[in-house]
């Protein structure tokens, strides 16, 4: 049974910093492993994503604020968020794929909040 934990969200001011992680078990071999986002009445959009080889991708909105890693031996996603914005605010929702069979699994999500 794969799951995915995530840990790390919860409330900080405007221009402050968070750190989530997302721990998956269950999967032997991970391709995708990146965090997405979703704000009350929006849709869920992608925020960042790295790749097994290392690569990593970003939207827009967070490009040179947050940075995401990963820890390949623990299956691990780390997502460092800086100046956060009142914006940021949403459930974050960590995601991977498996290598084999492309399959995708998620996290419950962890809220966070940012205060202006």
């Known amino acids: 049974q794969v799951q995915l934990v995530e840990s790390g969200g919860g409330l900080v001011q405007a221009g402050g910093s968070l750190r989530l992680s997302c721990a998956a078990s269950?999967?032997?071999?991970?391709?995708?492993m990146g965090w997405y986002r979703q704000a009350p009445g929006k849709q869920r959009e992608l925020v960042a994503v790295?790749?097994?080889?290392?690569?990593?991708n970003y939207a827009e909105s967070v490009k040179g604020r947050f940075t995401i890693s990963r820890d390949n031996a623990k299956n691990t996603v780390y997502l460092q968020m800086d100046s956060l914005k009142p914006e940021d605010t949403a459930v974050y929702y960590c995601?991977?794929?498996?290598?084999?069979?492309?399959?995708?699994?998620w996290g419950q999500g962890t809220q966070v909040t940012v205060s202006s």
């Open positions: 269950g999967i032997y071999r991970i391709n995708l």
């Open positions: 790295t790749t097994s080889g290392g690569g990593t």
């Open positions: 995601h991977c794929t498996n290598s084999y069979n492309g399959y995708s699994y």
